[in-house]
């Protein structure tokens, strides 16, 4: 291997190694984010449990969906990936507040 060859190896390892570090903070962001999203929710449950109230909203639902892919195009992220994202999560969140039904 040449030097030219071994800088250029060096210094990709080091901006893998940067992404990686990164990837990692920002998956750490995500975790204590759907934490804090989802003490709301659970929360949001337990009224909708005390009031009544039915355990999904497709309206409110349909809007954050719609919310979402705008945000998700703005931020240049695949609309079609936030959605899936998040009707995993209003899926969970439904699951979640018909357990305080009961």
Request: glycine share 2%.
């Amino acid at each position: 291997m040449t030097d030219t060859t071994t800088d250029t190896a060096t210094r990709a390892a080091e901006l893998l190694k940067e992404h990686r570090a990164s990837i990692d903070r920002l998956d750490a962001i995500l975790v204590y984010t759907l934490g804090e999203r989802f003490k709301h929710t659970q929360a949001v449950g337990k009224l909708k449990a005390t009031h009544d109230l039915p355990p999904s909203d497709p309206a409110r639902e349909a809007a954050q969906i719609e919310r979402l892919e705008d945000l998700a195009e703005a931020a240049d992220l695949d609309p079609a990936f936030a959605k899936k994202f998040l009707n995993f999560i209003i899926a969970e969140v439904i699951q979640h507040h018909k357990s305080h039904q009961t």
